[in-house]
Every structure is written in C-alpha cells, then in structure tokens.
C-alpha cells in the first residue's frame, strides 16, 4: 500500500550537486560565533489559533486502506468555533471543502477523513492534500493531533498538529531542518519524510523547493542538492534522496526551503510491522 501511496517526484540534476557541493556550507547550521546553547530556543508549542495537519492520505478504493484521522481540542473553559478547511495537495489556492463548528469547553472533536465527502482523488484512488484549522472565536485556543492508519497491514503513526498560527512566536513553520532517517537493518521499510510548503501557488516543478544535505552518522557529507515538486504537500521516501553514487542506510537530512517556510516529519517503517512518527527538528534561530 505505501508504495502505491509515494508519488514520483523530481531530483535536480548533477550540476546542481556539484555547485552545491562546492558550497556545502551553503547552510551553515550554525555559525562559528553562535555557540551552542544559545539564548534561542527551537518552537515547540503545541496550543494556538490555527493548527495545520501538514498531509492527509485516504485511499478511496479500498475501506481497509490508509486513511487519516484528526482530532482538535478546545483549550479553554468557554466554547470557541472552529473553521476547518481541506485542501488538495496540489491545488492551495482554495479549499475543496470548508466546516464550522463550535467546540464546547474542553470539548474533542475527531473526525476520519474518509468520512468527509467532496474530497478529490488522484488517478490511483488516493485523496491526498492538507487540513487548516483555525479558531475563529477571538482569543480562542486550540491544540490537536492526527493519525495515519492502514488497517489491512497493521501500521499506523501519530502526530500532534502543528501550530500555524502566524501570531504565534511559537509556531512550527521555519525555513531549515534537520532530521534522522533509518533505512537498514530492521527499518528495512525505510523513512519516508513529510514535507509541507507554506504556498498559495503550485511550485514551479523546473526549481527546487528545498536544497538538502544528507549526512552519515560520522557526520560525513554524503550529498548535497535541491529538491523539486508539484504540491504543497507530499510524501518522499528517503531512498529517493540518496541519489548517485554515494549512499547511507542511516543518517540525518537537512532541509532548507527555497524562499518560504514549512515543515518536515517523517514515518520509520521496520520489518512491515511497526511505524514510528518523528517530527525534524527547526534550525531557525
């Protein structure tokens, strides 16, 4: 199922690889005069006024397929009313579906996403796109969590939602990553990453999205390029990014976006019985 799930996506050619190389510092993580444990800290607040479920996989042609299930919590001792709108993974300029509701105190509102109607499917019968919630009462607080589920291989992985709220000082979107990957030894499913743009247009898929380093566990630089893609919001398995010659089982990728801000999770599958989320980690200091 997970591989009917990744879509193809496009990897620049080896003069980008090698112009990068050249300047593989071109992000430097950290510089020589920001010493470690500075004053920064990276954003981990979970609780805003809009959250962003960054990708939703439902397959529409099998019930015991993947599916994605959210729930949103209302923060606060008074009811607040929510907007939650459903995006098309390549298609940002409008929802395919907008709901309002209103949260009573404390109150949990889950929903399955197989169970939304209006929802497009690609022509491989997967609904993929992303989920913006948003509380519309003035001063409300909410905070979720979200699960991709593929009932007929026993695997499923869980997230928080992140935290989009633009007034946020807290929220999760930044322009650089850092993040492991595991594809060896019992993780011989491997990692796929989870990657959303903050963007009202489709990407230009001739340019990159991102540039990335990927690293060894010595810290070796393995590679280093950009990135392209037609959405959004997608899925892109490790393997796919340890391109040429040079490869690494285990390892840690950072990301930089091109020109905006998103963010990047991923899911460690091992032995095609257990998955694992794992969130990167936000380099924006």
């Given at each position: 199922m997970e591989d009917r799930?990744?879509?193809?996506?496009?990897?620049?050619?080896?003069?980008?690889?090698?112009?990068?190389?050249?300047?593989?510092?071109?992000?430097?993580?950290?510089?020589?005069?920001?010493?470690?444990?500075?004053?920064?800290?990276?954003?981990?607040?979970?609780?805003?006024a809009r959250l962003l479920l960054p990708l939703y996989l439902v397959d529409t042609t099998d019930p015991a397929g993947v599916t994605t299930l959210f729930a949103v919590r209302n923060q606060l001792d008074v009811p607040v009313e929510i907007e939650v709108r459903y995006f098309q993974a390549n298609a940002p300029q409008a929802p395919q579906?907008?709901?309002?509701?209103?949260?009573?105190?404390?109150?949990?509102?889950?929903?399955?996403?197989?169970?939304?109607?209006?929802?497009?499917?690609?022509a491989d019968g997967i609904a993929r796109g992303y989920v913006v919630v948003e509380a519309l009462t003035e001063g409300g607080v909410i905070q979720g969590d979200y699960f991709r589920v593929t009932s007929n291989e026993d695997f499923a992985s869980g997230f928080r939602m992140l935290n989009a709220d633009p007034a946020s000082s807290h929220n999760d979107l930044c322009g650089l990553f850092s993040i492991r990957f595991l594809n060896g030894g019992g993780f011989d499913s491997g990692t796929r990453f989870i990657v959303w743009l903050e963007a009202d247009q489709v990407p230009d898929p001739a340019n990159p999205?991102?540039?990335?380093?990927?690293y060894d566990?010595?810290?070796?630089?393995?590679?280093?390029?950009?990135?392209?893609?037609?959405?959004?919001?997608?899925?892109?398995?490790?393997?796919?990014?340890?391109?040429?010659?040079?490869?690494?089982?285990?390892?840690?990728v950072e990301i930089q976006f091109v020109d905006t801000v998103g963010h990047v999770s991923a899911i460690l599958s091992a032995d095609d019985r257990y998955s694992v989320g794992l969130e990167a980690f936000c380099g924006d200091f």
């Amino acid at each position: 199922m997970e591989d009917r799930v990744l879509k193809t996506r496009t990897l620049l050619p080896l003069g980008w690889i090698m112009a990068l190389v050249v300047a593989a510092i071109w992000a430097p993580w950290r510089s020589a005069e920001q010493p470690l444990g500075g004053p920064a800290t990276p954003k981990t607040d979970a609780a805003g006024a809009r959250l962003l479920l960054p990708l939703y996989l439902v397959d529409t042609t099998d019930p015991a397929g993947v599916t994605t299930l959210f729930a949103v919590r209302n923060q606060l001792d008074v009811p607040v009313e929510i907007e939650v709108r459903y995006f098309q993974a390549n298609a940002p300029q409008a929802p395919q579906r907008t709901d309002v509701s209103t949260l009573a105190a404390k109150a949990v509102a889950p929903v399955n996403i197989r169970s939304v109607s209006g929802l497009s499917a690609d022509a491989d019968g997967i609904a993929r796109g992303y989920v913006v919630v948003e509380a519309l009462t003035e001063g409300g607080v909410i905070q979720g969590d979200y699960f991709r589920v593929t009932s007929n291989e026993d695997f499923a992985s869980g997230f928080r939602m992140l935290n989009a709220d633009p007034a946020s000082s807290h929220n999760d979107l930044c322009g650089l990553f850092s993040i492991r990957f595991l594809n060896g030894g019992g993780f011989d499913s491997g990692t796929r990453f989870i990657v959303w743009l903050e963007a009202d247009q489709v990407p230009d898929p001739a340019n990159p999205v991102f540039f990335y380093s990927v690293y060894d566990e010595s810290g070796g630089l393995v590679l280093a390029t950009g990135f392209a893609a037609d959405e959004v919001a997608f899925e892109v398995a490790a393997e796919d990014l340890l391109v040429g010659p040079l490869q690494a089982d285990f390892g840690a990728v950072e990301i930089q976006f091109v020109d905006t801000v998103g963010h990047v999770s991923a899911i460690l599958s091992a032995d095609d019985r257990y998955s694992v989320g794992l969130e990167a980690f936000c380099g924006d200091f």
